[in-house]
């Protein structure tokens, strides 16, 4: 038995991306976006397909990326931060908090909203993940975010 199987792919000419980012950390995150921002024009995304929305910290990013989302302009949404453990639960309530809001954007208005957060113990793992030894996870984000607008689009048309 051979079922079929749907993958979305990395051909991303024609689609429209938000990145919703922090600015809390901006010293990393703005390497998450650096990373996104190489790996959509490295698919064929175009400048003007792109648009950037700044929040203060990682916790505003699930009601902005909902908004966005809800805009119906944008084919997928990538959601860049970092999270930096401190000496308080405090890393724990915004790393959790956050995780939900996005994965409940995705749910909620069937676009994808990519997780594409930095959640480390230190400013090192975090710095390895933005473009040091752990490659940039924006980048990586960048590549999921097209992977999953082309199979949404896929299923749309198809199925």
Request: aromatic fraction near 6%; include cysteine.
């Amino acid at each position: 038995m051979k079922p079929r199987i749907h993958k979305g792919s990395l051909k991303a000419e024609g689609l429209r991306f938000a990145i919703v980012a922090s600015c809390w950390n901006d010293f990393l995150t703005s390497r998450l976006i650096e990373g996104a921002l190489g790996g959509l024009e490295k698919l064929g995304v175009l400048e003007e397909d792109i648009e950037i929305f700044r929040v203060p910290g990682a916790f505003e990013i699930p009601l902005i990326a909902l908004k966005v989302a809800e805009s119906g302009k944008f084919d997928a949404i990538i959601c860049l931060g970092t999270i930096i453990r401190g000496e308080t639960p405090h890393f724990e309530y915004v790393a959790g908090e956050t995780t939900k809001g996005i994965s409940l954007v995705s749910v909620k208005t069937g676009i994808p909203a990519i997780f594409g957060i930095v959640t480390a113990d230190t400013v090192e793992q975090a710095t390895n993940r933005a473009g040091g030894k752990a490659g940039n996870k924006g980048y990586e984000a960048a590549l999921a975010a097209v992977e999953m607008a082309t199979l949404c689009k896929l299923i749309k048309e198809n199925l």
